[in-house]
Every structure is written in C-alpha cells, then in structure tokens.
C-alpha cells in the first residue's frame, strides 16, 4: 500500500529535551515536506526536500532541522523544543516534475506534539 | 492578501444532500495546481481531488468533484449524496508555479471548512 508513515504519533515532552519525529514514504517520491498545523493559522511549511542530500527552509523553519539521507526518509529533529513549537505536524510527499493526474501531495498521518 | 479564501467556517447538511464547499485564489501565475483534503476528527489529511490550472475538465473522484471557474478564480468541491462519513474540516490547498524538477511544490491552505452531516 502507497503511503507516508511518521513516528511517533503523540508525543508529549519537556522544554529543550531534543526529539526527533520520522517520517517515510514507499513511493519512490523526490519531494518531501513538513508543515505544521495550529488553529486559526491552517497548514505552515516548515522545510522541505528535493531530493537526497537537497534541503532547503519553508516559511517556518527557526528552532527545527532536517536531513534527507535515503530518498524514502526525512526527519524533523527539534534540537531544543519550547511550548511554542506545540503543534500538529505533517510530512507530505509527491514526485517532482509534471505527471498530470498524479500531481498531488500525499500526507502522513500526523503527529501531535506537546512541549511542556 | 489571502491566497486562499474559504468563505464557509462552518456548514450543516442533510445526510443525502449534494453540499457546495467555496474556494477563492490568488495567484498571478499562469500554471498552478489547486486540491481539496478531508480532515476527519481523527487528525490526518485526506487527498480527495486535484485540478490543474490548465485543465480543461473538472476534475471528478467518485463522489467528488471540482466545479473550477478560472476567471472567476473558484474552486468549489462539491461532495454529492452526502454520507455521515462526510463529516469533517475540509482544505483547499494551492500549488503556485508550473511543476519542474527543481521547485518547491509547497501548498498554501485555506482555513477550512468544518462540514457536519445531519441524520
């Protein structure tokens, strides 16, 4: 089954006690991404990736960092979290390039974070 | 400017009702992608159609499909025979640019619309 997994899927944590949330896809997918969701203010891209190795900053990005060292894989590493940074996270991810009816962005399933 | 304006906070059906969620968007570019995502209460997000801006067909997925007005700048879904199951936060989404392999295929979201299903 085609999809995007991340770990783990609630998470609750102290301030400035480093995490790392997974995310995985098994299609094969160039492009991968992370948003976080927060009332009022919809779905903010964090960072994303082109490609292995090619990674580059969203609109959100202060306190958050990503690696994309196998094409399937792309984690969010929060090094120092803050209560600020209590959100529902997504990955998403899609092919690079114009294929028509499959141009669409798929996404995890969410993961809900707590910092404390 | 907001790019993406969804009108409708909050909506109430009737199960087997066809149900209209608004889209309006901005952009200036002439190559762009627009999509809608189920959010059930559940959490995750839910592809259910895409259109592209240089499609000429409204896009359909089963019960769903794209009433696209590009002059108008709208996106519609429409969700027809509504079920319970519809129940849920419904995006719309907007990809800016033409694809390339060399961009960022980042989506700008609406604010939502929470659709419930009345028995």
């Known amino acids: 089954e085609a999809q995007v997994t991340q770990n783990p899927r609630y998470l609750i944590t102290v301030t400035g006690k480093k995490l790392t949330v997974t995310c995985s896809q098994n299609?094969?997918?160039?492009?991968m991404s992370w948003y976080r969701q927060d009332p009022g203010l919809g779905l903010r891209q964090i960072y994303y990736s082109m490609n292995v190795e090619v990674t580059d900053k969203g609109d959100v990005p202060e306190g958050y960092k990503v690696s994309r060292k196998e094409k399937r894989n792309f984690p969010l590493i929060l090094e120092s979290p803050s209560p600020n940074q209590t959100s529902l996270y997504f990955c998403?991810?899609?092919?690079?390039?114009?294929?028509?009816?499959?141009?669409?962005?798929?996404f995890g399933p969410g993961t809900r974070l707590t910092v404390l | 400017a907001q790019k993406i304006t969804q009108t409708q906070p909050g909506m109430f059906v009737q199960e087997k009702e066809a149900v209209t969620l608004d889209c309006t968007y901005d952009t200036s570019d002439q190559s762009y992608g627009l999509f809608w995502y189920k959010q059930p209460s559940s959490g995750e997000m839910i592809f259910l159609i895409y259109?592209?801006?240089?499609?000429?067909q409204n896009a359909t997925e089963g019960r769903y499909s794209l009433n696209f007005q590009k002059a108008r700048k709208s996106a519609n879904l429409v969700i027809s025979a509504s079920q319970l199951g519809d129940s849920a936060m419904y995006f719309c989404a907007m990809r800016e640019g033409p694809r390339s392999n060399f961009g960022n295929e980042k989506l700008t979201f609406g604010t939502g619309t929470r659709l419930t299903i009345i028995p």
């Open positions: 259109q592209g801006s240089y499609d000429e």
């Open positions: 998403a991810s899609s092919w690079l390039g114009r294929r028509g009816h499959t141009d669409t962005q798929y």
């Open positions: 299609m094969n997918h160039e492009y």
